[in-house]
């Protein structure tokens, strides 16, 4: 397998970044992971401009993201799998450590690649998942798409440890996102799911899914919901790049129903999307 790593192609096990690497010792690196499907690298764009957002607020050094590109299409020349999960990490770079930014002149650290990965299964989305709420207690700046996923981490490993399949974070009563996904609830028709604030990432399924909802003509709010709410919710989803659009089925213990008729026709609508070679989506 051929890793992208600072402007060349090296193979995986050749691909090796110093220790003192800014994003090994600090986490000081953003991120960005990229669906294939087939051919196509489902919503670049959106990617790429989300990535942009983050290395401008973390004041990064410029990176050629056009060159991510061309190095991207490179990558899917190995392809010999229908689906894959792109990868791209920019760390600040390397310097000996030291809280304080790098010296001007200090080049990020870019690495790239593409995984194979299996379709979601279909019992998994005809079936649902179960999700458990626990505390949001992550940074303040979670928009920015930080390579920083400790409290992720420990929130799916205590979800797997309930048997659940997602965790899903309350910030002062409502619902913020997943550990690694958005989150939507329906009820009575109306689709809802939290609002862009700094305290959750906005997530591109999450962006296509809106997207969708809009082309179907169904009712959207964006606001806030306490979890007692999603226990009530018709209907509820999890929304990204790494399973699209996906149905909850029971909420701490809460049965909410098989996947409801709203969540099916995004996923129907959604699964379109990913097959469609769309310019505007990549
Ligand atoms: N995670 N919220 C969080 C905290 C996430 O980590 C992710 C995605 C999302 C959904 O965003 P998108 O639709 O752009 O993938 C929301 C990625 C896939 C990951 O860390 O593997």
Redesign the pocket.
Known sequence: MRVYLNGEFVDISQARVPIDDRGFLFGDAVYE?IHLYGDHLFAWDL?IERLKFGLQALEFPPVDLDALRQAAEVLKQDRDYEEGSLYIQISRGVYPRSHVFPPEGTKPTVVMWIRPVDPVPAELLAEGVRVVTVPDDRWSK?WIKTVG?LP?VLAKEKARRMGAYEAIFVRDGVVT??????VFMVRRGVIRTAPETNY??P????EVTLQIARELDLPVELKPFLPEEMYQADEAFL????IGILPITTVDGHYLGKPGPVTQRLLQAFMAKTKEVSSRLG
């Open positions: 992971v990617h979670v996923l992720n996102e997943a550990s690694s996904a958005n959750i990432l997530g591109i399924t999450r929304t990204g790049t790494n």
